[in-house]
């Protein structure tokens, strides 16, 4: 309960009340006249009696608050359900206030009970909010001022908590361009579909009663002795793996204006471009079939630091679910500071970035499909331990984002030469655009080659590196 000032505990009726006693008070002591003694202290008295009973009868409220999408994306609005209910034997009225961050602008005021409440117990109230920023942004609690049945005191309770609103980074539509048409490693499409039954991807196993004679297999009844039939097995989906570098010293980590609400993300314009294009390339992954892992730049899960994810632990997304729990963990990610210098203990070192870990994570992909590689300013060290990575996809991709790109013309060329296909752009350059980079420098002339399409041939020839200076 929160407890008002002095001049917050009557309204501006009981403070006439009050002013009007203190009058007769007066007049009372200057004339001698007991008569306006009584009307000082019955006006006097009036107000402060409103207030003491205010403040000893502390109506209860239940406070339930729904999200309508549960996730909302930047730039979406998000339709809040507010529901209270009183609880107690007596119905007050009240005038109550939700609590917003600042980013959503004047917090909605209403009117309980509302006048479509049907027994003046509950009342349900709807409002939109829309926010340009990811993020999670606590909504609540709701502050209610009642007032006596006279109107001369009030009093402000705090009704309910908070809850948090995810506000998870919109998509971008990425072009259907030759990225598109890469190739699993064995030179298979990816499909979620089940494949067509070949002799490539089917199984035998003994004939069950019931069974399609149209599926005996008759080569394999012929070796067995015994009627076998076919099964047919799903054709595996390649992965395509997604690489965010969340080291706040690579993009330059400051608190981004507008930052008002108790979870505000460490995070930059750059990083802010570098989690949009994340999501970007998993929906455009995820539509071309892939399944999609996301992983930081130790080949951590990528959601291991953000509060808002599913589970944490999680790497792998497949499916419209499965990308739905990633950009669910996206809008809680914030840049990862740097870790202090470990004490003279027998604890393991952390993870090198771009190290042995992360190699080692790539190669223990099943079916590896491409790879995508974003993030923000790299070393040339980091470029080399980086580099090596190219020879675990069929298709590695580099995008990087920074206010000055030219300065890393060093680090491109490293990618480069190690088979990479890498782009530097600045954060105000739309991601299609970049993507469109990319593809344009397949082959170095903007063309591509069927050879780049096939994860079973050989690697394609580097082409030039492509650097982008929008603003």
């Not at 590689?373 to 920074?402: D, F, K, N, W």
């Amino acid at each position: 309960m929160q407890i008002p000032s002095l001049t917050g505990l009557f309204t501006p009726r009981g403070w006439g009340l009050l002013s009007a006693g203190a009058a007769f008070l007066l007049a009372a002591g200057v004339l001698g006249r007991r008569d306006l003694l009584a009307v000082a202290v019955l006006l006097m008295g009036l107000p402060l009696a409103a207030a003491v009973l205010l403040r000893l009868a502390k109506p209860g409220f239940d406070v339930e608050r729904t999200f309508t999408p549960p996730l909302t994306e930047t730039g979406t609005a998000a339709t809040v359900q507010l529901s209270i209910r009183c609880r107690g034997s007596q119905i007050p009225s009240a005038t109550m206030r939700e609590g917003l961050p600042l980013r959503f602008g004047r917090s909605p005021e209403f009117h309980f009970p509302s006048g479509l409440a049907v027994d003046g117990r509950a009342s349900t109230y709807e409002y939109r909010l829309r926010s340009s920023r990811r993020g999670l942004y606590a909504i609540g609690p709701v502050t209610a001022e009642f007032l006596d049945p006279f109107g001369l005191a009030k009093t402000v309770h705090t009704l309910g908590g908070t809850d948090q609103l995810a506000v998870a980074p919109a998509p971008q539509d990425l072009p259907v361009l030759a990225l598109s048409g890469a190739r699993g490693t064995e030179g298979t499409s990816p499909s979620r579909r089940r494949g067509t039954p070949s002799e490539d991807d089917a199984t035998t196993r003994e004939y069950r009663y019931g069974d399609p004679m149209r599926r005996v297999h008759w080569p394999a009844t012929a070796r067995h002795g015994e009627l076998m039939v076919r099964q047919e097995e799903p054709v595996t989906a390649p992965t395509a793996s997604i690489l965010l570098d969340q080291r706040a010293a690579a993009y330059g980590a400051g608190a981004l204006p507008g930052s008002d609400d108790s979870r505000a993300l460490l995070t930059t314009e750059s990083f802010e471009w570098a989690v949009s294009a994340v999501i970007s390339g998993a929906v455009h992954f995820s539509d071309g079939g892939y399944s999609v892992r996301f992983v930081d730049e130790s080949s951590s899960p990528g959601l291991l630091h953000s509060p808002s994810a599913v589970d944490a632990d999680e790497s792998g997304f497949g499916g419209s679910d499965g990308v739905h729990n990633l950009a669910e963990g996206l809008a809680g990610l914030g840049l990862q500071p740097a870790a202090p210098a470990p004490a003279q203990t027998a604890d393991p070192l952390p993870a090198e970035p771009f190290g042995d870990t992360l190699l080692d994570g790539l190669a223990g992909g099943r079916t590896p499909g491409p790879l995508l590689m974003i993030g923000g300013r790299l070393t040339t060290s980091e470029a080399t331990a980086l580099a090596g990575a190219a020879r675990y996809s069929p298709q590695p991709l580099a995008l990087l984002v920074t206010d000055r790109p030219a300065d890393l013309r060093p680090v491109l060329r490293i990618l480069r030469e190690a088979g990479w296909v890498a782009a530097a752009v600045a954060p105000a350059t739309p991601i299609a655009s970049a993507w469109a980079l990319l593809d344009r420098d397949r082959d170095g002339t903007g063309a591509a080659t069927p050879a780049a399409h096939a994860g079973a041939g050989p690697r394609r020839k580097p082409g030039p590196v492509v650097e982008s200076t929008f603003s």
